[in-house]
T-cell receptor, first 112, second 108 residues
Framework: DSGVTQTPKHLITATGQRVTLRCSPR?????VYWYQQSLDQGLQFLIQ???????AKGNILERFSAQQFPDLHSELNLSSLELGDSALYFC???????????FGPGTRLTVL | EDQVTQSPEALRLQEGESSSLNCSYT??????LFWYRQDPGKGPEFLFT???AGEEKEKERLKATLTKKESFLHITAPKPEDSATYLC?????????FGTGTRLQVFP
């Protein structure tokens, strides 16, 4: 158990819908990262927050957005969902922007 | 462009048969190389961090080494429970760039 929690575990929704994924980092970690993992693309970095501020952006679509709240938990919002958005979404946390990242169990998103 | 390439894509070993997994990288300004283990449907599990060429880290049957262009994950006398996908990632400024992994199967 890495200490990072993610909810929900599974999410099934329809195209065009909007969903929110939630992540609670390990106690004391200020950095939160979001990744997408699909079968054909591997783990892709989406976005990073450090102590509430956006710090780095990867290949995140404009339909996706994220934020980190004062209690350090983070949410990833996915809107106008497409079939191709079906994937595992992982959250990770670290105690510093360049420290080891510890991953949560993931949210499996299925878009029908 | 920063890139991480892992080989082989898949590896089948008999229990006790030692081998090595390769991770080659091109990155402008390496700030660390990380190894993770991932079981199907689970989140990656942190194994090692290496920061400079010549560095080595060990944990049970696993040993990670780093040169200026690549890293190796050596598996000594593997057991079936070592079966998993092993991911390599490099840290460039603040972004972690992952390879596509080596899927290891160890059979009795």
């Amino acid at each position: 158990d890495s200490g990072v929690t993610q909810t929900p575990k599974h999410l099934i929704t329809a195209t065009g819908q909007r969903v929110t994924l939630r992540c609670s980092p390990r106690s004391g970690d200020l950095s939160v990262y979001w990744y997408q993992q699909s079968l054909d693309q591997g783990l892709q970095f989406l976005i990073q927050y450090y102590n509430g501020e956006e710090r780095a952006k990867g290949n995140i679509l404009e339909r996706f957005s994220a934020q980190q709240f004062p209690d350090l938990h983070s949410e990833l919002n996915l809107s106008s969902l497409e079939l191709g958005d079906s994937a595992l979404y992982f959250c990770a946390s670290s105690d510093s922007p360049r420290g080891e990242q510890f991953f949560g169990p993931g949210t499996r998103l299925t878009v029908l | 462009e920063d890139q991480v390439t892992q080989s082989p894509e898949a590896l089948r070993l008999q229990e006790g048969e030692s081998s090595s997994l390769n991770c080659s990288y091109t990155v402008s300004g390496l700030r660390g190389l990380f190894w993770y283990r991932q079981d199907p449907g689970k989140g990656p599990e942190f194994l090692f961090t290496l920061y400079s060429a010549g560095e080595e880290k060990e944990k049970e049957r696993l040993k990670a080494t780093l040169t200026k262009k690549e890293s190796f994950l050596h598996i000594t006398a593997p057991k079936p429970e070592d079966s998993a996908t092993y991911l390599c990632a490099v840290l460039n400024t603040d972004k972690l760039i992952f390879g596509t992994g080596t899927r290891l199967q160890v059979f009795p």
